[in-house]
């Protein structure tokens, strides 16, 4: 399973996600795809976020039993603690 949650990406890349997954809500898409093919919908991502952030999750075989990456301007902030990864948040000023 593959999930991919965006905030204030550009139209293109919605679209691009569309293409490929099931937007059930807006800015949030799922779908069920290889280790490639999540590469390289987050290279397309990487490549075309601009001021946005998303978070892309996937399972995995892990004590978890999935794992996450994030990009772009966020409060939330993944942190390794001891191998397993948490959310930690940004102080707001």
């Not at 949650?5 to 795809?33: M, Q, S």
């Not at 004590?63 to 707001?92: H, M, Q, Y």
């Amino acid at each position: 399973m593959l999930v991919i949650v965006t905030e204030n990406i550009p139209p293109r890349l919605r679209g691009y996600l569309a293409k490929w997954l099931l937007e059930v809500r807006a800015g949030v898409y799922i779908g069920n795809f290889s280790v490639k093919v999540r590469d390289m919908l987050w290279e397309e991502i990487i490549n075309h976020i601009e001021n946005g952030n998303v978070a892309l999750c996937w399972s995995t075989n892990n004590e978890a039993g999935f794992d996450f990456e994030t990009i772009g301007s966020n409060r939330r902030l993944p942190i390794d603690v001891d191998g397993f990864k948490l959310i930690s948040f940004e102080n707001s000023k």
